[in-house]
T-cell receptor
């Protein structure tokens, strides 16, 4: 069974640009969550999608958005990038109320 | 919202000794408490979890205890081995699974040979 796949693995963007990250969950998993990991703030919850609906959202500005497709694949978008958005972005998938499996993450560097 | 405090931030133990990491949470509605291990450059991986209707759970050398009244839970690793060296994160959520996990800041566990 393939694990959670995130693309791309690494990304370098310039301040002010926008970026789209992709996450393919484990087959059969309909819940996909996104997390931001930084040395200073640790792991912080961005949002969670289930059956194409955003069910839960963390405390991030509106520049951070996401969506989920009918095949459960999810994308997150960050607009008007800031230096502070540099982080490892992790996606996790799970069955309803089940164990969360994380992807390898996308390392975003904003210069 | 939920707040999870984790201690210590760094823990160094001799190989073969036990290690204990403690977390407290603030939201009494939280009902699922997973622990993740993250090795350098790798993804977080679930090592054990506990739900609020259980007080203790064991899996070989790893155990987790939960005290709902005091709102704290702990990770116990016995007979530590070099491969246990990593950063460990506790988390809490009301939803179960990956939904809305609030993480502690992490504990860097160092196993001294």
């Amino acid at each position: 069974k393939a694990g959670v796949t995130q693309t791309p693995r690494y990304l370098i963007k310039t301040r002010g640009q926008q970026v789209t990250l992709s996450c393919s969950p484990i087959s059969g998993h309909r819940s996909v969550s996104w997390y931001q990991q930084t040395p200073g703030q640790g792991l912080q919850f961005l949002f969670e999608y289930f059956s194409e609906t955003q069910r839960n959202k963390g405390n991030f500005p509106g520049r951070f958005s996401g969506r989920q497709f009918s095949n459960s694949r999810s994308e997150m978008n960050v607009s008007t990038l800031e230096l502070g958005d540099s982080a490892l972005y992790l996606c996790a998938s799970s069955l309803m109320l089940g164990e969360a499996f994380f992807g390898q993450g996308t390392r975003l560097t904003v210069v | 919202g939920e707040n999870v405090e984790q201690h210590p931030s760094t823990l160094s133990v001799q190989e073969g000794d036990s290690a204990v990491i403690k977390c407290t949470y603030s939201d009494s509605a939280s009902n699922y408490f997973p622990w993740y291990k993250q090795e350098l450059g790798k993804r977080p991986q679930l090592i054990i979890d506990i739900r609020s209707n259980v007080g203790e759970k064991k899996d070989q050398r790893i155990a987790v205890t939960l005290n709902k009244t005091a709102k704290h839970f702990s990770l116990h690793i016995t007979e530590t081995q070099p491969e246990d060296s990593a950063v460990y994160f506790c988390a809490a959520t009301k939803g179960g699974g990956a939904d809305g996990l609030t993480f502690g800041k992490g504990t860097h566990l160092i196993i001294q040979p």
